[in-house]
């Protein structure tokens, strides 16, 4: 089936016949919603197994991040809006140490999907870059995005920024990435974690109406 195909040539980093077949699949009208998840977002777990097992290496990850986002760039146009009122606003990138964007442009696509406005800040980004952004855009969220277990520190350097600015109440601040859990987000004092894209909406919604609940 074509939707096993794409993650096939996701996985194995051939972007020529990735983005061919994603085309092929939106031409055949297949539901573009499939083809991001069982295909894209497929590709892109065998990516993360390859690493684990260390048959790929950060050349790899960093390729199929950029592969994985040319292919979610050509499916976007295709993907259903499934809220019409902005839920927040979320600025997300990867931490500074942090060179690829393999998984963060997913989790920000299915956000501005579900109604978020989302600012992108790309890859390697120092904290006050983050802070001065969500500052600008008037930012609900805050979104940090680690893969490498070097970068978690970067994520802390963030909140400890927010902390001595005085303007840790005014974001929430997220963390997720292959190095990320739980545990690390409650001890360097985030206010959630996600392990996927699916979850990190879940998170901001959540997040979101509790904002709404302390504002009346």
């Not at 083809?35 to 977002?41: A, E, F, K, M």
Request: contains cysteine; hydrophobic residues 45%.
């Amino acid at each position: 089936m074509i939707i096993q195909e794409i993650a096939q040539a996701v996985e194995l980093l051939d972007k020529k016949k990735a983005l061919a077949l994603v085309q092929q699949a939106l031409d055949q009208g297949v539901n573009p919603v499939d083809i991001v998840q069982s295909g894209i977002v497929a590709g892109l777990e065998g990516i993360g197994k390859r690493f684990e097992k260390q048959e790929y290496f950060l050349a790899e990850l960093m390729m199929g991040g950029k592969i994985s986002q040319a292919c979610i760039d050509l499916v976007t146009p295709h993907l259903p809006k499934t809220a019409t009122t902005k839920q927040g606003v979320v600025v997300i990138g990867a931490v500074q140490g942090d060179l690829h964007d393999i998984g963060y442009g997913l989790v920000a696509t299915q956000l501005e999907l579900n109604g978020f406005e989302v600012h992108k800040l790309g890859v390697n980004i120092p904290a006050m870059t983050f802070i001065d952004k969500a500052r600008e855009k008037n930012a609900d969220i805050i979104g940090l995005s680690a893969f490498l277990v070097t970068t978690i520190p970067n994520c802390n350097e963030v909140i400890d920024y927010l902390k001595d600015m005085k303007l840790r109440d005014k974001y929430f601040v997220i963390i997720g990435g292959t190095e990320t859990s739980q545990e690390k987000a409650d001890a360097m004092g985030a206010d959630g974690w996600a392990k996927n894209a699916v979850g990190a909406v879940e998170l901001c919604k959540r997040l979101m109406a509790k904002k709404r609940g302390m504002a009346q």
